[in-house]
């Protein structure tokens, strides 16, 4: 156990609202990430965060933004929802330390369904 | 760009069989590679990972994977299936970006079911 969690765990929302989705960890780890998984495409990056208030698009980054104001927390905003983001949104963290490489641990998920 | 490639969107196996899972990567460097498992309604857990050591790498619940640079795979086994080992399972490749940090480049998941 990480010390992830995701927050709601499901929502269920109309098309065209704002939706944001939490992950919270307490660990105090430097690199955070937004997947999105699909059937048939595995998981796909959204965003990522390299540090407080730094962070980066990945390749599945329309419709979505993100924000990090403090390290323990990293929220996913969908601006407008749209059926497409219909999803489930994984959250992962990883260590950033000297020496072996550190691997990335995953959240519960979020399952997001946009009528 | 680096890639993988999972042969296989099922895969099933009679209880006390091989499992035998595909993987094929593509990367301009020395890779690290990663299996994941996903059970039913969690998230992923790892379950091995390659990072330019042994080329033969055991991970947790008797599964291991060999890194063959020659064949760009990295193929996951378990000598004996078990009802548990039903899962989806994820190989992935780490590709570096901005900021020191990495992403997780996924396959497309193989489905494992086990037969009693």
């Known amino acids: 156990d990480a010390g992830i969690t995701q927050s709601p765990r499901h929502k269920v929302t109309e098309t065209g609202t704002p939706v944001t989705l939490r992950c919270h960890q307490t660990e105090n780890h430097r690199y955070m990430y937004w997947y999105r998984q699909d059937p048939g495409h595995g998981l796909r990056l959204i965003h990522y965060s390299y540090g407080v208030k730094d962070t980066d698009k990945g390749e599945v980054s329309d419709g979505y933004s993100v924000s990090r104001s403090k390290t323990e927390d990293f929220l996913l905003t969908l601006e407008s929802a749209t059926s497409s983001q219909t999803s489930v949104y994984f959250c992962?963290?990883?260590?950033?330390?000297?020496?072996?490489?550190?691997?990335?641990?995953f959240g519960p998920g979020t399952r997001l369904t946009v009528l | 760009a680096q890639s993988v490639t999972q042969l296989g969107s099922h895969v099933s196996v009679s209880e006390g069989a091989l499992v035998l899972l595909r993987c094929n990567y593509s990367s301009s460097v020395p890779p690290y590679l990663f299996w994941y498992v996903q059970y039913p309604n969690q998230g992923l857990q790892l379950l091995l990972k390659?990072?330019?050591?042994?080329?033969l790498v055991k991970g947790i619940n008797g599964f291991e994977a060999e890194f063959k640079k020659s064949e760009t795979s990295f193929h996951l086994t378990k000598p004996s299936a078990h009802m548990s080992d039903a899962a989806e399972y994820f190989c992935a490749v780490s590709r570096y970006l901005q900021g020191g940090s990495e992403k997780l480049v996924f396959g497309k998941g193989t489905k494992l079911t086990v037969n009693p």
């Open positions: 390659y990072t330019s050591a042994a080329t």
């Open positions: 992962a963290i990883r260590e950033h330390s000297g020496g072996s490489y550190n691997e990335q641990f």
